[in-house]
C-alpha cells in the first residue's frame, strides 16, 4: 500500500492484521476502500508482469522491481510492516481459506499445504520474503507484531502523525458453517477432502494445541527463514 500522502509504503504480510492497518489508513485520509483502494495498489491484478494476484501483497523490493515506486522514492518513504508468529499465522490461513469447516488442522498441513506453498506462493510465501532482501538485510524502517499490534502501531501511528488508539479487526479468520461459501469452493477444487472431513474440526484452542509433531515440523521446514530472522519459537 503506497500513501504518498505520507509519503510511506506500508507492505502487508497476508494474515498479519494487513487489512486492519489498510482500513485504518483509508479512513484516516477519509477514503473508501471501494471506490479509492485501487489508487493505493488496493486492487487484483492479472498482469504478472506488474505483480502478484493482488498488489496489496507486494514484497517490499517489487514496489521498485515493478516500477510502482522510484528507487529515490523507496529510499525516502517511511516503510513499515507486521509480522507473527509462522505457527499462529498458519492456523489464521487454515481458517481463512475455509478448511477448519471441512477437516482437521493436521490434515490440512500435510496434505495440502506444501501444495498451496508451491502454487500460491505469492500468498502463502515465508513473511522474510516480503521485508528483507537476498542478503537477509530488513530493508524496512519499522518491523511491528501482531503480538503487540496497538503498541507498534502506535509508533507507526506517531511516525504519520495519524491520531491512534486502537486498530479495528478486519478481515479476520471467521469460520461459518459447513455449507459455506469457501467450504463449496474447497470440495470442488479437492474432490478428496471428503474423506478426511471431520464432523467436528472446528475449535478455539491456542495455536500451540492446534498441532502434532508432523505439523509442527512441517510449518517449521517451510517457514524455517521466518523462525530465524524473526525470532519466533514454537
Not at 5 to 14: Q, T
Not at 212 to 219: F, L, W, Y
Request: proline share 6%.
Amino acid at each position: 500500500m503506497i500513501l504518498p500522502e505520507h509519503k510511506a509504503l506500508f507492505v502487508h504480510v497476508p494474515k498479519a492484521a494487513g487489512q486492519s492497518v489498510e482500513n485504518f489508513l483509508l479512513q484516516s485520509l477519509n477514503k473508501d476502500r471501494k471506490a479509492d483502494g485501487p489508487d493505493y495498489l488496493l486492487r487484483p491484478n492479472n498482469n504478472p508482469a506488474k505483480g502478484p494476484k493482488r498488489l496489496a501483497h507486494l514484497t517490499a523490493l517489487d514496489y521498485v522491481k515493478y516500477e510502482y515506486l522510484s528507487p529515490k522514492e523507496f529510499d525516502d518513504y517511511f516503510k513499515f510492516s507486521i509480522v507473527r508468529n509462522p505457527w499462529s499465522r498458519m492456523v489464521s490461513f487454515y481458517k481463512f481459506r475455509g478448511f477448519s469447516n471441512l477437516t482437521s488442522f493436521n490434515t490440512f498441513v500435510s496434505k495440502y499445504l506444501p501444495k498451496y506453498f508451491e502454487d500460491e506462493h505469492w500468498f502463502f510465501r515465508p513473511q522474510t520474503d516480503f521485508i528483507f532482501n537476498e542478503e537477509d538485510k530488513l530493508v524496512v524502517d519499522f518491523m511491528g507484531r501482531l503480538e503487540q499490534l496497538d503498541t507498534d502501531f502506535s509508533k507507526i501511528a506517531q511516525q504519520l502523525s495519524v491520531p491512534f488508539t486502537k486498530l479495528p479487526k478486519s478481515n479476520h479468520s471467521i469460520e461459518k458453517g459447513l455449507i459455506s461459501r469457501k467450504s463449496y469452493n474447497l470440495i470442488r477444487k479437492h474432490p478428496g477432502i471428503i474423506k478426511y472431513i471431520s464432523s467436528s474440526p472446528k475449535n478455539n484452542k491456542k495455536y500451540k494445541e492446534m498441532y502434532n509433531d508432523t505439523s509442527r515440523k512441517i510449518v517449521e521446514n517451510l517457514y524455517q527463514k521466518d523462525i530465524e530472522l524473526l525470532g519466533y519459537t514454537f
